[in-house]
């Protein structure tokens, strides 16, 4: 009988898992996470979970019974020691074994640690977890109660929301960030300054290019941050976002190409033809070679979706323009395409008056778009980017020209 | 609890209890229901979970903000008078038996 086994139980395992049975997939699913609980949304882990606006049930995507009732085997807690290709069966931690006939690889992704003395301190805590959130929500009222700051060693996504959910919960806090501006990885240097201006006004003290020395510990327990120019601050919660690491050691140990994850192709098909994986854990090729490693929702949904159709012969590439989104504040943040390699960027709007837009083109044709409380513009640049549409980047840069035109009559190509 | 009548694109009807204060996406996608995609979660940063409510019990739901009325402008299946984001409706029992329909396509 066939049976898929999907390792990972979070969004792209979940995907998968249904899009199997939406598919015609009548033989037998069994979905594995090594967390205690079944599929939950991660992005208000940082948001409104932290801030206790919404309950554990809410976080839950399916409620208990529905996967059975699809007939996917949901099994937590369940960790998965090796893959046996050869023989296609998946070794549990338990000494139990699976046999598979299609295997989706969704294991995500662990947060770099800090290799630093006192990084292990309890009240040092990185995100990726309902747990770990959990217990940084429990450190933050702690941290409320004794007037103790909240240190955010690096300046990415999580750490800036988390310390935009720090400020509104009342706590001072510190975000020290290695390179020269917030959020480098994804945002143009435009929209880094803006990011750095919004929470230097909620209070937030934002250090760039600050390098971390060590964490003093007293008691057990970590005390304050020391940056390599000499000074100390104190603190109550440090929260660690300096990246993550992907999950890929299985897919290695079991010989598949992995290069800071489980290299796929736009079908997400691997070199095996029984194995596919999706999310956090993969590096996609793309046409000129080179490997995307992208860390999302929209990535592990639309993976989920492939490593599933590929499985039932029906490859289903991905090539749709990602996108991303980060809620700061009061001001939505959301990005369409990719703005890497990007050769001019234009400004839409004022940066000083929110919504604005931040254009990004590659010899004059729109790769990506960033947009700040502007979400018209941004489902526009969706639709122009996936039709292979384009502004030019004085008609980007013109409020007066309306961008919807260019959907309506489509140039001849 | 407030019982909420999803219309499925097949025309399955699926009957969820929802706990107040939830979204209607979440008692739905929670409850299994197919027909909403909710990618973002909740966030209405997505527009997929457009649903279509009881037209003749429009005036009793809270009207949708700028965010969801921007997002509402570029959904997947024709928007009608009666769309809306189900992750922005909360669950009251001001809607007790409220009929949703979801509609064929969100993306």
């Known amino acids: 009988m066939s049976h898929v086994v999907i390792v990972g139980a979070g969004q792209a395992g979940l995907v998968a898992a249904e899009t199997l049975r939406a598919g015609g997939f009548e033989g037998a699913i069994s979905l594995l996470g090594d967390e205690p609980d079944g599929p939950y949304h991660r992005p208000p882990l940082s948001k409104a979970w932290l801030a206790g606006e919404i309950d554990a049930a809410q976080l839950t995507m399916r409620a208990p019974g529905i996967l059975a009732k699809k007939g996917i085997s949901l099994r937590t807690a369940t960790a998965v020691r090796a893959i046996d290709r050869a023989a296609r069966v998946v070794r549990l931690a338990d000494g139990s074994a699976l046999e598979y006939t299609g295997l989706v690889l969704a294991t995500g992704a662990t947060p770099r640690a800090l290799p630093l003395p006192g990084a292990r301190s309890p009240n040092v805590l990185a995100l990726r977890s309902r747990d770990d959130a959990t217990a940084i929500a429990a450190r933050l009222a702690l941290c409320a109660e004794q007037a103790r700051p909240l240190v955010v060693i690096g300046g990415g996504f999580i750490g800036m929301e988390v310390a935009a959910t720090a400020r509104k919960k009342g706590v001072d806090v510190t975000v020290l960030e290695a390179a020269p501006r917030l959020m480098a990885r994804a945002l143009p240097p435009v929209l880094s300054d803006w990011y750095a201006t919004l929470h230097r006004r909620h209070g937030v003290e934002v250090v760039l290019g600050a390098g971390v020395a060590g964490i003093d510990v007293e008691d057990g327990l970590a005390v304050a941050v020391r940056t390599a120019d000499g000074a100390r601050r104190r603190c109550g919660l440090v929260l660690v976002g300096v990246g993550v690491v992907q999950n890929d050691a299985l897919a290695r140990e079991a010989g598949l190409a992995c290069d800071r994850g489980i290299i796929v192709d736009d079908c997400c098909r691997t070199e095996d033809p029984a194995i596919t994986a999706a999310g956090d854990c993969t590096a996609r090729r793309l046409a000129d070679g080179t490997l995307l490693r992208l860390e999302s929702v929209n990535n592990a949904n639309e993976q989920g979706k492939s490593a599933a159709t590929a499985l039932l012969g029906t490859p289903r590439p991905f090539t749709g323009a990602p996108w991303f989104w980060s809620d700061q504040y009061d001001c939505k943040l959301q990005m369409a395409g990719l703005s890497a390699g990007a050769d001019q960027t234009v400004v839409r709007g004022s940066t000083d008056t929110p919504p604005f837009s931040v254009f990004h083109f590659r010899a004059g044709r729109l790769v990506a778009a960033d947009t700040i409380n502007a979400p018209r513009e941004h489902l526009l640049v969706r639709k122009l980017l996936d039709a292979g549409l384009s502004p030019t980047p004085q008609q980007a840069a013109d409020t007066a020209f309306d961008l919807n035109s260019l959907l309506a009559a489509p140039p001849p190509r | ?107």
């Open chain 2, 1 to 107: 609890m407030t019982r909420i009548v999803f219309v499925e694109p097949s025309g399955r009807e699926a009957a969820v209890e929802v706990p107040d204060g939830w979204s209607l996406m979440q008692g739905a996608t929670a409850g299994g229901v197919d027909g909403i995609v909710a990618e973002c979660g909740g966030s209405c940063a997505c527009a997929t979970c457009h649903c279509y409510v009881e037209e003749a019990r429009l005036g009793e739901l809270p009207p949708p903000g700028e965010a969801e009325l921007a997002m509402l402008e570029n959904v997947a299946a024709p928007r009608q008078p009666n769309s809306r984001l189900s992750c922005q409706v909360k669950a009251s029992s001001a809607l007790e038996g409220l009929r949703v329909v979801l509609p064929d396509r969100q993306e």
